[in-house]
């Protein structure tokens, strides 16, 4: 049999059912137990990281372009990816939703709360466009100088799915390591907050990098007391970069109104 080289090269889709594959998410569903965030490292290769990044000038590309200033969500831009989305970010939704929904649903069932996830990310969007919710939400991040993200939860409309992931783009590193040219940006750092009831809050800086994701709570979790589950609000949200620039796509599992 003849094979030609379109069917010789692996798709986007194939890549990440490998990379993802390859995760323990026992380990991961254990990890987002216990502070509400995993890192999945190595998600995407630097090849991988250059083509998404690099897509940020192109509008067309994007449905909604915000700048973090004008609504007081921070210093920095981000824009929303259009239809159809790029191979690679649609694979990793659909590639990655499966895994998280388990993990979702027990989450559901801890805090009491009568929703369960449908296994296929198909089937959930589907069930967020027939409430109204129709614009994807993926996006793509970019910080220079200065730029920081506010802390604050992703959430679009009455449904949400409750886990999102982040990944890494670029190379973090020093001051000193980006302005001799061995990494692209210092600082920037990803943070999450954790409110227990009459509790302070409690601050995690997750390291990541390039390639790097970060699966977490994007509003609430459950977390095991003496007396059985309760619940905690989480946000999160990105440190002043201090030097080069910083892109991050965002891929968040249900779409907005």
């Not at 989480?234 to 779409?255: E, N, P, Q």
Request: glycine share 10%.
């Amino acid at each position: 049999m003849t094979t030609t080289l379109e069917t010789a090269m692996p798709t986007a889709a194939d890549a990440i059912a490998g990379r993802t594959g390859r995760i323990d998410w026992a380990a991961v569903a254990t990890a987002l137990d216990r502070q509400g965030s995993a890192i999945l490292p190595g998600l995407l290769m630097p090849n991988d990281c250059a083509a998404i990044s690099g897509l940020y000038p192109d509008d067309s590309r994007f449905r909604s372009h915000v700048v973090m200033a004008r609504h007081g969500f921070g210093q920095g831009a981000y824009k929303y990816f259009a239809r159809p989305l790029p191979d690679l970010v649609a694979a990793l939704r659909g590639q990655i939703y499966p895994h998280l929904a388990a993990i979702a649903n027990g989450w559901a069932a801890r805090m009491g709360l009568d929703v369960r996830y449908p296994d296929d990310h198909a089937s959930f969007l589907a069930r967020c466009h027939a409430a109204g919710q129709t614009r994807p939400t993926p996006l793509l991040l970019e910080y220079g100088p200065g730029d920081y993200n506010c802390l604050h939860q992703d959430l679009y409309g009455a449904l949400a799915f409750p886990l999102q992931l982040a990944v890494l783009l670029q190379r973090p590193g020093a001051e000193a390591v980006v302005a001799a040219g061995d990494a692209d940006f210092s600082g920037g750092e990803f943070v999450l907050t954790e409110q227990r009831p009459r509790m302070q809050s409690r601050a995690e800086v997750v390291p990541l990098g390039q390639g790097d994701a970060v699966v977490f709570a994007v509003n609430q979790r459950p977390v095991r007391g003496t007396r059985g589950d309760y619940r905690v609000t989480m946000r999160h949200g990105v440190s002043r970069v201090r030097a080069g620039r910083r892109h991050t796509l965002g891929i968040i599992f249900h779409d907005a109104q």
